[in-house]
């Protein structure tokens, strides 16, 4: 998952990278492009040449004459002057660019279409937590731009699937994608778990795959072409008046970007993919597949998720006589006849609710079972292993929040490299911030802990600069130093109680042994309030004594 003001500074930098690339194609996004090959990498032919060989060799256009095919190609060479008759034309194969990935891109798509990876079900996991972060991006957008929402109100996931064919459809009403950010986001790799995926492989320094590590990075969008031989994603973005089409095949190099002229496929806002599933991957299209799925996967996304299901409800119907019976029943004495019924069930399709959307923090945690503490951590900080710990509180009064707090079972940054860990996520009033505010909402110190909280009290267009001078957030941040600090005392406590935390002494050498750099950078750290220095002494102290 990823923050919307982390999103949207790497996206602003991939922009950059990528328009350089694209400038040297089409120095125009607006000019029809033809099968134009736009190579995103080093390879390919220079692009007047490509252009060139694309006109030379472009197949006719099924169900249109030489004459306006020849008139397209022109309008590619020429510029604007044939855009309405590409328009006009209802064949969109015709106007796409072809695209090559990135070189890590293929490599990755490789691994993963020739994949034995059993657990191929995560795709799903993947495509829904993208659509709930476009999602949050809008949501928190709208905020100060409230006429992002002008095409629509509604914030939702829809998954419509076909078994018979095998095609899954997942549409979102999020922030969608212009064509740059098409180019930028789905053709070369700057996303957190995609990245950390193949920086683990590569440490693995195995020639094959390793397969567990599908499953405990995520492969973000690309793992659709684990099930899918053609994944096409349509979207429109508020920024953009069109709406753009990609197309991607398993075992491909490149994918193709066209502009959607279909009426019939237009959305509003956000982006719809569709999964064209592999010949053994078809079952994924159930539809009661489907919404077990998103039981197990994601019954943590705060945005509904409706399914298409079919539905019955019983009714009574009349039934034809027998007409023996009739004839039977004319020789007696005549009385209206009894008319006969059956029940029958009666079909129909219809959107069902299939998760729920109150966010665990909001729920009373007497009523919160550990493991969906658990499956709430690993599922929003992308972590394999359970946490050692957890804290599920609410503050009230003075100030008003609620938080849940992890310590990890493995410390995976080291904070002398001074990156921003992203470890703590802010809510406002539910509506997802940021997760880039660690530093200011929690000592750097304790950057190994996790966790998610929501205020009630900071405006939603809040900013770094808000939180360095706000009173709210000092408060907050002392008490999630106090309840992080109780929280390790907890583990450390545990050796001699038959319950703590549910972690065992074994954990807890490990953890402090792990984070031993953490303590000792935390010693070193600026100023602190004499209170949290306490603890921190205390913590020390102890973890030195074990
Ligand atoms: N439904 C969507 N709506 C808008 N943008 C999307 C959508 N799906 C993917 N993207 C864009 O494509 C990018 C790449 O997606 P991918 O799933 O590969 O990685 P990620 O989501 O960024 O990272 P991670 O997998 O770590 O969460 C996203 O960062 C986002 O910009």
């Known amino acids: 998952m990823l923050g919307a003001s982390r999103r949207s500074l790497s996206a602003a930098a991939r922009s950059r990278v990528a328009a350089g690339v694209a400038s040297a194609v089409?120095?125009?996004?607006?000019?029809?492009?033809?099968?134009?090959?736009?190579?995103?990498?080093?390879?390919?032919?220079?692009?007047?040449?490509?252009?060139?060989?694309?006109?030379?060799?472009?197949?006719?256009?099924?169900?249109?004459?030489?004459?306006?095919?020849?008139?397209?190609?022109?309008?590619?060479?020429?510029?604007?002057?044939?855009?309405?008759?590409?328009?006009?034309?209802?064949?969109?194969?015709?106007?796409?660019?072809?695209?090559?990935?990135?070189?890590?891109v293929n490599r990755l798509m490789d691994l993963i279409v020739h994949s034995l990876y059993?657990?191929?079900?995560?795709?799903?996991?993947?495509?829904?937590?993208?659509?709930?972060d476009a999602l949050d991006k809008l949501r928190y957008l709208s905020v100060t731009d409230p006429e992002l929402l002008k095409d629509g109100p509604q914030l939702d996931i829809r998954i419509q699937s076909d078994k018979d064919n095998g095609v899954i459809t997942i549409t979102d009403s999020g922030i969608g994608m212009t064509k740059q950010e098409l180019i930028d986001s789905l053709g070369t790799i700057a996303s957190s778990g995609t990245a950390k995926f193949l920086k683990a492989l590569k440490e693995s320094q195995e020639a094959g795959m390793d397969n567990n590590l599908i499953g405990q990075f995520g492969v973000g969008f690309?793992?659709?072409?684990?099930?899918?031989?053609?994944?096409?994603?349509?979207t429109k973005s508020p920024k953009s008046d069109k709406q753009y089409v990609w197309e991607g095949q398993a075992d491909s190099g490149s994918y193709t970007i066209r502009e959607e002229k279909d009426p019939e496929k237009l959305i509003p806002r956000g982006t719809r993919l569709t999964l064209y599933l592999k010949h053994d991957d078809k079952g994924f299209?159930?539809?009661e597949r489907i919404q077990k799925l998103l039981k197990n996967y994601s019954q943590f996304v705060?945005?509904?998720?409706?399914?298409?299901?079919?539905?019955?409800?019983?009714?009574?119907?009349?039934?034809?006589?027998?007409?023996?019976?009739?004839?039977?029943?004319?020789?007696?004495?005549?009385?209206?006849?009894?008319?006969?019924?059956?029940?029958?069930?009666?079909?129909?399709?219809d959107w069902e609710l299939s998760n729920e959307t109150q966010p665990i923090w909001l729920r009373n945690p007497k009523e919160v079972s550990t493991e969906e503490y658990n499956e709430f951590y690993k599922k929003t900080f992308n972590e394999y292993l359970n946490p050692l710990a957890s804290s599920h509180f609410t503050t009230e009064g003075e100030v008003e929040f609620r938080s849940i707090l992890y310590v990890p079972a493995t410390r995976k940054d080291d904070i002398t490299d001074n990156?921003?860990?992203?470890?703590i996520r802010l809510y406002v009033k539910r509506v997802f911030i940021s997760d880039d505010f660690d530093g200011e909402l929690f000592p750097r110190y304790l950057s190994f802990v996790k966790g998610v909280v929501d205020s009630n009290d900071l405006p939603l267009n809040v900013s770094r600069e808000i939180l360095q001078e706000s009173r709210i957030v000092r408060i907050m941040r002392k008490r999630l130093v106090r309840k992080a600090f109780d929280m390790v005392l907890g583990i450390s406590c545990s050796e001699n109680r038959d319950v703590c935390f549910h972690i065992s002494l074994w954990g807890l050498r490990k953890v402090l042994g792990?984070?031993?750099?953490?303590?000792?950078?935390?010693?070193?750290?600026?100023?602190r309030k004499s209170q949290e220095n306490c603890s921190f002494v205390a913590l020390l102290l102890f973890s030195k004594q074990r």
């Open 302 to 349: 705060s945005f509904p998720i409706y399914t298409w299901q079919e539905k019955g409800f019983t009714k009574e119907v009349e039934v034809d006589e027998d007409p023996a019976e009739a004839k039977k029943g004319d020789d007696d004495i005549k009385t209206e006849p009894k008319k006969k019924t059956k029940t029958v069930v009666e079909k129909y399709w």
């Open 118 to 132: 059993s657990n191929k079900e995560v795709f799903l996991r993947e495509l829904v937590s993208n659509a709930s």
């Open 26 to 104: 089409t120095a125009d996004a607006s000019v029809p492009a033809r099968p134009i090959s736009v190579s995103n990498g080093a390879r390919g032919v220079p692009q007047q040449q490509n252009r060139l060989l694309s006109v030379l060799v472009a197949p006719k256009i099924a169900g249109m004459s030489n004459v306006v095919a020849l008139k397209l190609m022109d309008g590619a060479l020429i510029g604007r002057r044939y855009e309405s008759s590409a328009a006009a034309v209802d064949s969109t194969d015709q106007l796409a660019e072809k695209h090559e990935y990135q070189a890590e």
């Open 285 to 287: 299209a159930h539809p």
């Open 419 to 423: 990156r921003k860990t992203k470890n």
């Open 222 to 234: 690309y793992s659709t072409f684990l099930v899918s031989e053609k994944v096409v994603v349509s």
């Open 514 to 527: 792990e984070l031993w750099k953490n303590f000792k950078a935390g010693c070193h750290g600026r100023q």
